[in-house]
C-alpha cells in the first residue's frame, strides 16, 4: 500500500527529480550542509529533508527552496526486529521510495554525513537504470574485491552477490511500486533482519544484486584506504562512513579542514545552539604509523582501484554490478 507523505505546509514540486537528505531532528543541523549545497547548485531537481516525522524547518533552509517530507510505513516498522526501531529515519529510503510515487519520478535518498561537492545530481537521476527499481554505489568492502562475499549474505547462507552502499541510493519510484519492494522488505525483515543489520542489509537481502550500479564518485566512501585518493578522483558527493564524522573532533588529522569547515560554517550561521565543529589555529596531522598504514593500503590497492573506477565510462552512466 502507498503511504501518504506529509510535505511542509505550501510546499509545492518544482520537478520529478529529487535529492532528499534523510534524517530525524537530531541530525537535521548535519542534513543541512548537503542540502544547502546542493540547493545553491541550481540544478533541475527538488532538495528536500526527509525523516520520519513532521519537522519544522529553519528559515534559512526554506529560504534557499528546502522543505520537509515525513513519511513512515507502520507495515514495516512493525516487521523489524526491536533493536532497528532506535533509528527510523535510516529506512527513510524504503519509506520514501514507497510514499513518493505519484509526487516525483526518481529521487535520490543520501545520508547526513555527506558533502556535496559537484556534479548534477539531476542528469544522473535522468540516467538510464536499466529496468532496476533501485541504484546505487558499491559498498567499499567490494570495491577492490567485487567478488567478496559479505558477512551479511554468509549469515544467509546466499552465494555472493554484489552488494551496495545505502548512504546514497537512488530510486525509480514506479518501478519500486510494480516491483513491490515496500512488500518484500517487511517480509524480508520479519524473517531475517534481526542479528543482521538493518537498511543496508535489508535492501541488499531483498534484491540479492538486482541492483543498477552507480560510479562510486556518487558515494565515495572515505576511509584510510580512499583518503589520498579522494583529491585526484573529484567525487561528487563524499560519504563519511564510520564514528569520525567532520564535526567530531576525532575526525580532527583525518577529514581535510576544508571538509570539516563545510560543516562549521552551517552549524555555526544556521543552528547556533547545536555542538559547533572545534577551530584551531593549530593544523592536526595524523599520527605517523596511521599515515604508514594509510599509505601501504592505498599502494597496495592502486590497481584494484583503477580497474573498479574505469569499469565506469562516465560519472553519469549506470551499469549492471552482475557483469
Known amino acids: 500500500m502507498a503511504l501518504t ?16 537528505a534523510a534524517c530525524d531532528a537530531n541530525y537535521l543541523p548535519y542534513a543541512a550542509t548537503p542540502a544547502l549545497a546542493l540547493a545553491a547548485a541550481g540544478n533541475a531537481h527538488d532538495v528536500l529533508i526527509g525523516g ?61 554525513d555527506i558533502l556535496y561537492e559537484r556534479g548534477d545530481p539531476a542528469q544522473l537521476l535522468s540516467a538510464d537504470m536499466l529496468g532496476r527499481a533501485v541504484a546505487a554505489v558499491r559498498d567499499n568492502r567490494q570495491w577492490r574485491t567485487p567478488g567478496r562475499k559479505v558477512s551479511e549474505f554468509k549469515k544467509l547462507g546466499e552465494p555472493a552477490h554484489p552488494y551496495f552502499n545505502a548512504g546514497v541510493v537512488m530510486i525509480d519510484t514506479e518501478a519500486f511500486a510494480t516491483q513491490d519492494l515496500a512488500n518484500r522488505a517487511a517480509d524480508f525483515a520479519r524473517e531475517h533482519l ?32 580512499s583518503a589520498h585518493l579522494t583529491s585526484m578522483v573529484d567525487p561528487c558527493l563524499v560519504h563519511f562512513i564510520g ?13 581535510p579542514m576544508r571538509m570539516r569547515d563545510a560543516f562549521g560554517r552551517v ?42 573506477l574505469n569499469r565506469f565510462p562516465d560519472q553519469y552512466t549506470l551499469i549492471d554490478p552482475r557483469v
Do not use: C
Not at 538493518?198 to 538486482?210: P, S, V
Not at 573532533?249 to 577529514?255: A, H, K, N, Y
Not at 547545536?274 to 599509505?295: D, F, K, M, Y
Open 5 to 20: 507523505p506529509i510535505f511542509s505546509p505550501g510546499f509545492q514540486p518544482r520537478s520529478d527529480l529529487a535529492v532528499i
Open 52 to 112: 520520519p516525522e513532521p519537522v519544522e524547518m529553519p528559515q534559512a533552509l526554506m529560504q534557499a527552496g528546502i522543505h520537509h517530507v515525513a513519511a513512515r510505513d507502520d507495515a514495516l516498522l512493525n516487521a523489524l526486529p526491536l533493536d532497528a526501531r532506535r533509528s527510523l529515519a535510516t529506512y527513510m529510503e524504503l519509506f520514501l521510495g514507497n510514499a513518493l510515487r505519484g509526487h516525483y519520478r526518481r529521487i535520490l535518498v543520501i545520508d547526513a
Open 194 to 225: 534481526a542479528g543482521l543489520g538493518r537498511d543496508q542489509a535489508l535492501m541488499n537481502g531483498i534484491l540479492k544484486g538486482d541492483w543498477a550500479e552507480i560510479s562510486p564518485l556518487w558515494n565515495w566512501q572515505f576511509t584510510s584506504a
Open 243 to 255: 564514528t569520525r564524522k567532520p564535526w567530531l573532533d576525532s575526525s580532527q588529522g583525518i577529514v
Open 267 to 308: 552549524l555555526a550561521r544556521h543552528f547556533p545552539t547545536a555542538p559547533q565543529v572545534s577551530r584551531s589555529t593549530r593544523r592536526h596531522w595524523p599520527e605517523a604509523g596511521a599515515l604508514r598504514t594509510a599509505l601501504f593500503r592505498q599502494w597496495r590497492a592502486a590497481g584494484p582501484m583503477i580497474r573498479y
